[in-house]
Each structure stands twice: as structure tokens, then as C-alpha cells.
């Protein structure tokens, strides 16, 4: 049995180079043992966890949709909104919510400290994100190639 501690884990940020989108990510399925990117197939788990944190005034990432990946979020602490095919609607601490495959989702940092959630995901072979906001933009995963007709940088046009 393996136990993983959160202060161990190391953090990862992502963040745009205008800093729209800035999150700090903790995978614990990888401290756990998990391989990146990889399910049970090659010997993974068949789903990832992470912590992730949002700076006040940002966004996790743009606006998209899963065409194989479910998400599940769990706030663990701070404010925000959650954008998803319904609207937008306020989360706290306590809340949880859900998108299916094919489900536009995207959440905000809302309040004046940072926005701490869990986010568990399933494992597919593969998949493809399309941007709402940006249409004619996806991202083929898990290799993470933005295009539109050309690649482009992940950030484009979203910034």
C-alpha cells in the first residue's frame, strides 16, 4: 500500500503567458504510482487525481469539452463559478460537480483567495478537446498538439 502526502507531491504550474489561465497542479495518481497520461492498458490507473489550485481573477483553462474524458471536481476550499452547457453557477467549498464526455466545462477563481479543488478524471486511449470560444480549435490528447487548421500554441487566441 502506498500513501502519498500532499506536501511531498510536487506542483506544477500551468500558466497562460498573459495569466488569464493560471493554475498549480499536484498529481497524486503519479505519487501514488500512476504513469502520466496512461491507463491501465501500459499499466496505469484507470483514473488520475489531482489537486489543483487558482490564483484570485483567473481560470483553470479555456473553455472545452472532452470528446472521451469524464471529469469530476471537488472544491476544497475558496470561491468561484463553474461554467458548464447550463451557464455559470457559484461553487464553495463542499461543492462537487460533473461533465461528461462532450460537456463544455471551465472554472473561475471568483474570490479573493486561492480556489483549491480535486479533480478526478478517467482514463481513455484517447481524445480530442473542442473550444467553444474558438471554434475550429481542438487539442488531441494525450500528446497535447493544439490545431486549428495549423498547430498552434495552446494559449492562441484565448489570451
Known amino acids: 500500500?502506498?500513501?502519498?502526502?500532499?506536501s511531498s507531491i510536487p506542483e506544477q504550474r500551468v500558466r497562460s503567458p498573459k495569466g488569464k489561465y493560471d493554475v498549480v497542479r499536484q498529481s497524486i495518481s503519479q505519487a501514488l504510482g500512476g504513469i502520466e497520461d496512461v491507463g491501465t492498458w501500459s499499466g496505469g490507473h484507470p483514473f488520475d487525481v489531482e489537486q489543483v489550485r487558482i490564483v484570485p481573477g483567473a481560470a483553470n483553462f479555456p473553455f472545452h469539452a472532452h470528446s472521451a474524458q469524464w471529469e469530476m471536481y471537488i472544491v476544497v476550499s475558496g470561491q468561484g463559478e463553474v461554467r458548464g452547457?447550463?451557464?455559470i453557477s457559484a461553487i464553495q467549498k463542499g461543492d462537487s460537480t460533473i461533465f461528461r464526455p462532450g460537456e463544455a466545462h471551465q472554472i473561475r477563481n471568483t474570490g479573493s483567495a486561492e480556489l483549491i479543488y480535486l479533480v478526478v478524471t478517467d482514463h481513455c486511449q484517447s481524445d480530442i478537446a473542442t473550444y467553444p470560444d474558438t471554434p475550429g480549435k481542438c487539442v488531441l490528447?494525450?500528446?497535447?498538439?493544439?490545431?486549428?487548421?495549423?498547430?498552434?500554441?495552446?494559449?492562441?487566441?484565448?489570451?
Open 1 to 6: 500500500m502506498k500513501i502519498a502526502k500532499l
Open 85 to 87: 452547457p447550463d451557464g
Open 141 to 159: 490528447n494525450p500528446i497535447l498538439k493544439c490545431f486549428t487548421m495549423n498547430e498552434v500554441s495552446y494559449y492562441e487566441s484565448e489570451d
